[in-house]
């Protein structure tokens, strides 16, 4: 009875072994900082570009309809309106 337990104990299946490959080298601070310019550069450019095109976007919307200030009277008192006749009670 001894040696049934002795079998058991011992595992009569073969060792598998996986060889592993060398870990990848360290991130240093270096690299990161390198990378957080580089994805701060993509934005930065992105956002340019977007701006400009919203700034041309909104110059030819101007020019196609021109503010409502060069066809309205002025409403201030202090500047008098061109495009009326003098009043004849202004003397």
Do not use: K
């Not at 060398?22 to 930065?44: I, M, Q, S």
């Amino acid at each position: 009875m001894p040696c049934d337990t002795w079998v058991s104990v011992q595992n009569p299946e073969p060792y598998i072994v996986r060889i592993i490959r060398e870990p990848a080298p360290e991130t240093t601070l270096g690299d990161v900082v390198l990378g957080a310019l580089g994805l701060t550069g993509v934005l930065t450019l992105i956002a340019l570009a977007l701006g400009a095109l919203l700034a041309f976007g909104l110059i030819r919307w101007h020019h196609r309809h021109p503010p409502e200030s060069r066809h309205l009277p002025p409403v201030s008192p202090l500047v008098p309106d061109q495009s009326a006749p003098p009043s004849s009670q202004a003397r």
